[in-house]
Nanobody, 116 residues
Framework: QVQLVESGGGLVQYGGSLRLSCAAS????????MGWYRQPPGNQREVVAR???????YYADSVKGRFTISRDNSKTTNYLQMNSLKPKDTAVYSC??????????WGQGTQVTVSS
C-alpha cells in the first residue's frame, strides 16, 4: 500500500509564497510521475504541475512562471514552490502519484487560501 502525506498548505496574502511537500511511502516500485492537482471552491479538480521519471515537467498555463515542481533524489518526495500567489489560486491541493504499472494514489489534500 502506498501512502502520500502532504504538508505546507495554509493562509497567505496576495503575492506571497508557500511550499507544498508530498512524501510517498510504502511499496513503491517505479514512479512514472508525481504531481499536484487542485480543486477550487465550486469547481472541478484541475492539474497544476507534474514531474515525470525522466525529470521533465508540465505546468498548467495559469501557474507557469510562478510555480515550480521539484523532487528529491529518491524521487518519492516532491515539492511545489508557489510564488506570487493570487486569490484564484485558493483551492484544496492534492498530490498524485502514478506508477509505471498505472496504479494511481492520491494524498488527502491540503488547503491553500490566498487573501486579497
Amino acid at each position: 500500500q502506498v501512502q502520500l502525506v502532504e504538508s505546507g498548505g495554509g493562509l497567505v496574502q496576495y503575492g506571497g509564497s508557500l511550499r507544498l511537500s508530498c512524501a510517498a511511502s510504502g511499496s513503491i516500485f517505479r514512479v512514472h510521475s508525481m504531481g499536484w492537482y487542485r480543486q477550487p471552491p465550486g469547481n472541478q479538480r484541475e492539474v497544476v504541475a507534474r514531474i515525470f521519471s525522466d525529470g521533465n515537467t508540465y505546468y498548467a498555463d495559469s501557474v507557469k512562471g510562478r510555480f515550480t515542481i521539484s523532487r528529491d533524489n529518491s524521487k518519492t518526495t516532491n515539492y511545489l514552490q508557489m510564488n506570487s500567489l493570487k486569490p484564484k489560486d485558493t483551492a484544496v491541493y492534492s498530490c498524485k502519484l502514478v506508477t509505471d504499472t498505472g496504479m494511481v494514489y492520491w494524498g488527502q489534500g491540503t488547503q491553500v487560501t490566498v487573501s486579497s
